[in-house]
């Protein structure tokens, strides 16, 4: 059974840095898409980034280009989020997300088939 953990989450400062992981277990995937999603309140959940676990193509919103890095570490079986010069707007729950097909739109919420509980991001200005 797959299991994402997400941590890291936690409350910075506008202009601020902060690392998410999402220990993945339970398959191998070297075959998935691995990505981040947020969710602020009252609204939807909105695509953050992505990474091809094989490969390591990466995807991102435009609302965080030049600011997030997504990245893996296959010994750890982990994905990161490295996020710099956050913003108030960036405050939301950010969720990791397995896509077992890696195929098709990065941004595709429905194509992502394993999710963990997510972790709250609080950026305060």
């Known amino acids: 059974q797959v299991q994402l953990v997400e941590s890291g989450g936690g409350l910075v400062q506008a202009g601020g840095s902060l690392r998410l992981s999402c220990a993945a277990s339970g398959r191998t995937f070297s075959s998935y898409r691995m990505a981040w999603f947020r969710q602020a309140p009252g609204k939807e959940r909105e695509f953050v980034a992505a990474?091809?676990?094989?490969?390591?193509?990466?995807y991102y919103a435009d609302s965080v280009k030049g600011r997030f890095t997504i990245s893996r570490d296959y010994a750890k079986n982990t994905v990161y989020l490295q996020m710099t010069n956050l913003k108030p707007e960036d405050t939301a729950v950010y969720y990791c997300a397995a896509d077992q097909g890696s195929s098709g739109s990065a941004a595709y919420i429905k194509k992502y088939d394993y999710w963990g509980p997510g972790t709250q991001v609080t950026v305060s200005s």
């Open positions: 990474i091809r676990w094989s490969g390591g193509t990466t």
